[in-house]
């Protein structure tokens, strides 16, 4: 699935390879045609698998449910140079991250695996994952590092980019809440990431953030998660379904 997206850059060829993650999880979740790809190519060397030979499933009228995440860690390794992502070889940290789309601190979009590949993590079969790059804390006072301006507004504008391609989307969740075993119900994706880009969303885009589809459990979202003391204020009013989605994309902040 394609996404028309400023700053957005498109690595899902240069991590296509990646099967594994650095503490062994497998990227693609069990079952999947990218998975047993993955499977097969076991003491692969670089290059060898391709996931772009994987077949994609019908899957983009599954997809309802966006889930946010926190890398917790700040990346200070560059990407490699923009003639990379068409080559089947990556062994960046950004592209083994389980997770659809990672949003920057400097506000760059990383398409690292392709949305209509079902992923091995909380998303499941009906869901997108965006991580934002950065850890962040979730004390009844902000401190330390603080989600930045412009991953606030990319992320706001990633999740209106995907409302336009995915015709059933209708859900938005901190990766908290819809974990089976909540140990992330207040750390994950934090306060900073969820009221000013997932809160935010569910308010003016109408998105459902407090009930859950019927197949994912709902540990509710905390109260910590909901610390309005975080909230940026950033203004971007103009990200509202009173706007067509290519003014959205295209506004200039």
Partial sequence: MDIVLPGLRDRRIAS?????????????????????????????????????????????????TVVLHQTNFFCSDDLPVEAMDSRVESAHRLDVIIAHFVVRTNGVVIYTHDAEHVLNSVSGRHGVDIEFEGRYGNAET???????????????RLIAALIGALPCLEFIHPHGQIQRNPTKLHTCCGPDIWINVGQWSAHHMHLICD??????????????????????????AELTFGHTLDQILNFEY
Avoid: C
Avoid at 31 to 47: E, H, I, P, W
Avoid at 142 to 156: F, M
Avoid at 213 to 235: C, F, H, K, T
């Fill in 16 to 64: 296509a390879d990646e099967n594994r993650t650095r503490n062994r999880r497998n990227i693609y979740a069990r079952g999947t045609s990218a998975r047993v790809l993955s499977d097969r190519s076991r003491g692969f060397r670089a290059g060898r698998f391709d996931v772009r030979r994987a077949s994609l499933p019908a899957r983009m009228r599954l997809i309802d």
């Fill in 142 to 156: 902000p401190s330390g590092p603080r989600l930045s301006q412009e991953a606030i507004v990319s992320g706001r």
């Fill in 211 to 236: 009930t859950t589809a019927s197949e994912r459990p709902n540990n509710g979202i905390s109260e910590r998660q909901r610390n309005l003391a975080y909230d940026q204020r950033v203004e971007t």
